[in-house]
Structure formats: structure tokens, C-alpha cells
């Protein structure tokens, strides 16, 4: 089945940090990813829509300076959470739909700690 | 789903019974609805889905639900068994917002009794 891979699973930043996430779709192209964080034992909430070759697109509330999204390749997508702060320490999950496919597939998910 | 970020339920089943979880979505233009598992500390992964032009849909184990009239969904696991054990998500696509960008429900986490 379709593979998304997220790296890393785990990352722990000072604060004022910025921290690098990047999605990989390994076995299929994707013009389209998603970002989403969770906080402890609650939902995840979707942050914001990368777009292959344009700029994304941002869910209300979400800090576009902040979560730095860039889609470069079909394949790759990274969110930059930039000066990190501990109130930014999440659980940071991509997903990326396989055309082919209804569903979409997601990462194993970056654990976020600022300290 | 609606997420309003609270605590997540609990449901705790013995092993072998049958599992419901509900789910409540809020979007009456929603076309398609997802079941995620989580397991701690990992992604969710695709369990079953559902369009909006049925009211039943059937896997292996597990049975997905559709109640338009009251935007209600279910999951059912039957037999449940102790690696069922995670946290459950609906999800729903509301027509008109892009393929694949889903609203994920609150969640509901399952404990299997042994």
C-alpha cells in the first residue's frame, strides 16, 4: 500500500529554535499534502494544505510566519516551525492522498518538545 | 467530525465482545466519512470507509454505519481483540473543500479488556 513517511519521529529544540519536518510520499506523487497537529489526547486539527509548486494554504488561526510550508518536489513536503516555543511542543502528522486511492495516507507523526 | 479538543472518551469492551464507537459530524454537505485507528505515538491508519449514498458498509471485523438524518456515524468491531486497542477517529469530507481534506471527530479511545 501507499507509504508516507515523516522525519524525524522525534526532535527536541530549545526555544527561539526553528525545527524542520519533512513528509515524503516513497511510493507514489502527491500535488497535495496536509498538516495536521495533536495535542495530547485530543483530535487532530488540521493546520494547513502544502501545495506542490504554489504557496499554501493556511486553516484559520494557524500562524503562516510561524509554520513555514514548503512543497518543492511531488514527493516532499516540510513544515518549519520557526522560533519554537514550548506552547508549540505537538505531535506534528502529515498525510497525503494517493490518486489512485480514496483515502488518504498518513505519516507516523513528529514528536515536537521545546524546552 | 467536529473537534472541539476535548478529553478523549473511553470505551472499554472484554475481549471477544462486539465494539461500538459513535460519532457525531456537524457538516450536512459532507460526502464521505473515514474510520482512523491510532495507536499511541503513531499516525492514524485507514480502517474503513463510507460514501454519503449508503447507510452500510462492511470489512473485515468491522461494520461502518451511516445515519444521514441525525449525522450520525458507527463503527462496529466484532470480537473484539486486544490489538484493537487504540484510538478511534471518524472523519468526514465536506463536498466542496478539496479531495482529500478531512475534519476529523474527537475521538474515542478503546480499551480491551482481557
Known amino acids: 500500500g501507499a507509504v508516507v513517511s515523516q522525519h524525524p519521529s522525534w526532535v527536541i529544540c530549545k526555544s527561539g529554535t526553528s525545527v524542520k519536518i519533512e513528509c515524503r510520499s516513497l511510493d507514489f506523487q502527491a500535488t497535495t499534502m496536509f498538516w495536521y497537529r495533536q495535542f495530547p489526547k485530543q483530535s487532530l486539527m488540521l493546520m494547513a494544505t502544502s501545495n506542490e509548486g504554489s504557496k499554501a494554504t493556511y486553516e484559520q488561526g494557524v500562524e503562516k510566519d510561524k509554520f513555514l510550508i514548503n512543497h518543492a518536489s511531488l514527493t516532499l513536503s516540510t513544515l518549519t516551525v520557526t522560533s519554537a516555543h514550548p506552547e508549540d511542543s505537538s505531535f506534528y502528522i502529515c498525510s497525503a492522498p494517493d490518486g489512485l486511492k480514496t483515502e488518504a495516507f498518513f505519516g507516523q507523526g513528529t514528536r515536537l518538545t521545546v524546552v | 467530525g467536529e473537534s472541539v479538543g476535548l478529553h478523549l472518551p473511553t470505551l472499554s469492551v472484554q475481549e471477544g465482545d462486539n465494539s461500538i464507537i459513535n460519532c457525531a459530524y456537524s457538516n450536512s454537505a459532507s460526502d464521505y466519512f473515514i474510520w482512523y485507528k491510532q495507536e499511541s505515538g503513531k499516525g492514524p491508519q485507514f480502517i474503513i470507509d463510507i460514501r454519503s449514498n449508503m447507510d452500510k458498509r462492511q470489512g473485515q471485523r468491522v461494520t461502518v454505519l451511516l445515519n444521514k438524518t441525525v449525522k450520525h456515524l458507527s463503527l462496529q468491531i466484532a470480537a473484539t481483540q486486544p490489538g484493537d486497542s487504540a484510538v478511534y477517529f471518524c472523519?468526514?469530507?465536506?463536498?466542496?473543500?478539496?479531495?482529500?481534506?478531512?475534519?476529523f471527530g474527537t475521538g474515542t479511545r478503546l480499551k480491551v479488556l482481557a
Open positions: 472523519a468526514d469530507r465536506p463536498h466542496g473543500s478539496g479531495t482529500y481534506k478531512y475534519i
